[in-house]
């Protein structure tokens, strides 16, 4: 249990950087770092990030449908932000999404 919460951090501190940085373009670089951080804990991180990450984009579909599109996150932008999160678990380097100017301290 300890070891899923580990892993569920990597994923909140990817996504309080992301509020905080508030970017521009910068939503699926920090997707494939929470990802990515999360796999690297060892056995069980790739599959702990895909449960967090697909709760949170199915949490998102739904909230999306009482929004009438209002959020800016259909099904296009679901898709896209899946295949950041699956690029970052399989160990890719996440910095593949890293917008230009985007702070160092992220």
Do not use: C, F, L
């Given at each position: 249990f300890l070891s899923f919460l580990s892993r569920a951090?990597?994923?909140?501190r990817a996504y309080s950087d992301?509020?905080?940085a508030n970017y521009k373009d910068s939503d699926k670089y920090f997707h494939a770092r929470g990802n990515y951080d999360?796999?690297?804990?060892g056995p069980g991180g790739a599959w702990a990030?895909?449960?967090?990450?697909?709760?949170?984009?199915?949490?998102?579909r739904v909230t999306d449908f009482f929004r009438h599109g209002d959020?800016?996150?259909g099904a296009e932008d679901s898709k896209?932000?899946?295949?950041a999160n699956e690029w970052g678990r399989s160990g890719k380097d996440?910095?593949?999404f890293r917008p230009a100017g985007l702070p160092d301290k992220y």
């Open positions: 951090w990597d994923m909140w992301m509020r905080e999360a796999a690297q804990r990030a895909k449960v967090i990450s697909d709760a949170r984009e199915n949490t998102q959020s800016g996150h896209a932000d899946q295949a996440p910095n593949h």
